[in-house]
């Protein structure tokens, strides 16, 4: 692409972001936006909204660009996570972790599994990491982790649900 047309696209993107907060601010979502459009057209203007309507929240804002991430578009989400790390918490790096492992990209899942996970006395957090190794068929690491989690907090169901899910082919909750 050259440098014109970038710029050409980030300027289209800049005024259709700045229409559709004006647009979802004073009118909330019209139905015409997405009514009777082609489901990328209908994706497409309700995420203009929905970035809106995130502001700028880092659990919301990673959820647009799930989104964004898991339909198609990884670059927009990519550029979404990219903003939400520069000042992300461990919460953030989990949400995130999730969505590059749903997506299959467990080449970008990993390193942030196992940063999150490295010196972690966070139960609910070694839990779903776990799940996500077992899914992925890393049953020796999943074990460790679940076998971390369990010993921090042996009754906690929402990690033992993680676990037993994972076995049988259910991604973390």
């Given at each position: 692409?050259?440098?014109?047309?970038?710029?050409?696209?980030?300027?289209?993107?800049?005024a259709?972001?700045?229409?559709?907060?004006?647009?979802a601010?004073?009118?909330?979502?019209?139905?015409?936006?997405?009514?009777?459009?082609?489901?990328?057209?209908?994706?497409?203007?309700?995420?203009?909204?929905?970035?809106?309507?995130?502001?700028?929240?880092?659990?919301?804002?990673?959820?647009?660009?799930?989104?964004y991430?898991?339909?198609?578009?990884?670059?927009?989400?990519?550029?979404?996570?990219?903003?939400?790390?520069?000042?992300?918490?461990?919460?953030?790096w989990?949400?995130?972790?999730?969505?590059?492992?749903?997506?299959?990209?467990?080449?970008?899942?990993?390193?942030?599994?196992?940063?999150?996970?490295?010196?972690?006395d966070d139960?609910?957090?070694?839990?779903?990491?776990?799940?996500l190794?077992?899914l992925?068929?890393?049953?020796?690491?999943?074990?460790?982790?679940?076998a971390?989690?369990?010993?921090?907090?042996?009754?906690?169901?929402w990690?033992?649900?993680?676990?037993?899910g994972?076995?049988?082919?259910?991604?973390?909750?």
């Amino acid at each position: 692409m050259s440098w014109k047309r970038g710029v050409t696209a980030a300027g289209l993107f800049a005024a259709g972001m700045a229409a559709g907060w004006l647009w979802a601010k004073e009118k909330g979502i019209d139905p015409s936006a997405y009514q009777g459009k082609s489901p990328k057209e209908a994706a497409a203007a309700l995420l203009v909204a929905a970035e809106t309507q995130a502001g700028r929240g880092s659990w919301e804002r990673i959820g647009v660009g799930r989104v964004y991430y898991l339909s198609g578009d990884k670059v927009r989400g990519q550029a979404i996570f990219d903003d939400v790390a520069k000042k992300a918490e461990g919460s953030d790096w989990e949400r995130i972790a999730k969505v590059y492992a749903e997506a299959g990209d467990w080449e970008k899942a990993e390193p942030v599994l196992r940063k999150l996970t490295a010196d972690s006395d966070d139960d609910s957090v070694l839990a779903m990491a776990g799940a996500l190794y077992n899914l992925h068929g890393d049953r020796v690491t999943a074990e460790t982790l679940f076998a971390r989690s369990f010993k921090i907090k042996p009754d906690e169901l929402w990690n033992t649900l993680d676990a037993a899910g994972s076995y049988v082919g259910v991604r973390p909750n």
